[in-house]
């Protein structure tokens, strides 16, 4: 167990709808990533929070958004949503410094959309 | 940019055989390089990490050494179980600006081990 908590564990929604996914990073984490598994892209890196500000931004669609709130924790949300988004979202969280890049995964988010 | 490519899969091994997966990299700056693993309906976890040239990561019998010369951090082991089977994933991480940390992951390679 990482430590790392995400809900819900599947979801399955409708092309066109609106969903958010949630993370609670590691206790004393600083730092939410957000990632999407899927079969033809790989592991893609989505975004970055760090103690409530966006830090980094990787190949996130702008039908995406996240946020992260003074608890901590992060949300997904994705909108007019497509067959092609359907993937696992994974949350990962780090320490806040001194470290040297590892991360700590959720077991993910599975998102059908049919 | 940054990119990490690794041996393709499916590999198939029998219990007690020796692991080695295949893994390059192309990185701006001085990346840390990182082995991770996923096993069947779970996240990743972190199986080993390097952070400097020649530098060895080793867990759970699995090692990998940090080449900077030849930019690659092949994942080994003398002796799979059937318990090691799963995806593994090679990844490198920079830090382009302060408290920015991202991951880049190789495709993955499963591996399944048979008794």
């Known amino acids: 167990d990482s430590g790392v908590t995400q809900t819900p564990k599947h979801l399955i929604t409708a092309t066109g709808q609106r969903v958010t996914l949630r993370c609670s990073p590691r206790s004393g984490d600083l730092s939410v990533y957000w990632y999407q598994q899927s079969l033809d892209q790989g592991l893609q890196f989505l975004i970055q929070y760090y103690n409530g500000e966006e830090r980094a931004k990787g190949n996130i669609l702008e039908r995406f958004s996240a946020q992260q709130f003074p608890d901590l924790h992060s949300e997904l949300n994705l909108s007019s949503l497509e067959l092609g988004d359907s993937a696992l979202y994974f949350c990962?969280?780090?320490?806040?410094?001194?470290?040297?890049?590892?991360?700590?995964f959720g077991p993910g988010t599975r998102l059908t959309v049919t | 940019g940054n990119s990490v490519t690794q041996m393709e899969g499916p590999v198939t091994l029998s219990e007690e055989a020796f692991l080695t997966i295949n893994c390059t990299y192309t990185a701006t700056g001085y990346p840390s390089l990182f082995w991770y693993v996923q096993y069947p309906g779970e996240g990743l976890q972190l199986l080993l990490k390097a952070t400097k040239a020649d530098d060895k990561g080793s867990n759970k019998g699995f090692e990998a050494t940090y080449r900077k010369e030849t930019t690659s951090f092949h994942l080994e082991k003398g002796s799979v179980q059937v318990s090691d089977s799963a995806v593994y994933f090679c990844a490198l991480s920079t830090a382009p600006g302060a408290g920015s940390y991202q991951l880049t992951f190789g495709k993955g390679t499963k591996l399944s081990v048979i008794p």
């Open positions: 990962a969280s780090s320490p806040s410094d001194r470290y040297l890049g590892e991360q700590y």
